[in-house]
């Protein structure tokens, strides 16, 4: 079966340090893989999403980037990470069908101070 | 643009009430619909799920009815437990496959 592993699960870093979040799917190829953000309170924003090796769509422009180096690695980094970067970061994945849904990581709660 | 637009929470209810979360969406072409609910400090979990008009997604007792005439896909449990509590969040998926729209969520709790 495939599972999404997203690490860390908790992270505090200053303000202006680097940051690097990593998530990996196994049991799967060439999943479509994405970060997501959840502000406190608030709904889900799309930041990223890949549909294969080195091809990046970049939602929002901010602060933040994403690498896919594997077919089943996502990585988002920030070199200077800002106070409103805060919240909770998702990776999901899902087959490259019609109709095939997301799957969720359990997260990662950034706390920027 | 494409969008969800779902109810307002927080909802309170007592145990074995029955739950209705109101989902409406915009979008061209036939979109498939999500309801994903998120416990506290996890992730977003599939519950159910439609992929065209008139189609029923159920799972754990929730229901919701995929309405193209209306342009909504209601989340219902006709029995309410206190481990329903979480967040719901409704979800549409692009024809194109790769784009994903979720509503704000709306937060359940359950009281015994």
């Known amino acids: 079966s495939q599972t999404i592993h997203q690490w860390p699960a908790t992270l505090v870093q200053p303000v202006g340090s680097p940051l690097s979040l990593e998530c990996t799917v196994e049991g799967t190829s060439n999943p479509n893989l994405y970060w997501y953000r959840q502000a406190a309170g608030r709904g889900l924003q799309l930041l990223f999403y890949s549909v294969g090796i080195g091809q990046i769509s970049s939602e929002v422009p901010q602060n933040l980037s994403a690498s896919r180096p594997q077919d089943r690695q996502f990585i988002l980094s920030s070199k200077k990470l800002l106070l409103s970067d805060s919240g909770f970061y998702l990776c999901a994945w899902r087959v490259a069908s019609n109709n095939s849904p997301l799957h969720f990581g359990n997260g990662t709660r950034l706390t920027v101070t | 643009g494409d969008s969800v637009t779902q109810m307002e929470g927080p909802v309170t209810l007592s145990e074995e009430a029955f739950l209705t979360i109101n989902c409406t969406y915009t979008a061209t072409g036939y979109p498939s619909l999500f309801w994903y609910v998120q416990y506290p400090g996890e992730g977003l979990q599939l519950l159910l799920k439609a992929t065209k008009a008139d189609d029923k997604g159920s799972n754990k007792g929730f229901e919701a009815t995929y309405r193209k005439e209306t342009t909504s896909f209601h989340l219902e449990k006709g029995s309410v437990q206190v481990s329903d509590s979480a967040v719901y969040f409704c979800?549409?998926?692009?024809?194109?496959?790769?784009?994903?729209?979720f509503g704000t969520g709306t937060s359940l709790t359950v009281i015994p």
């Open positions: 979800a549409l998926q692009l024809n194109t496959g790769n784009q994903f729209y």
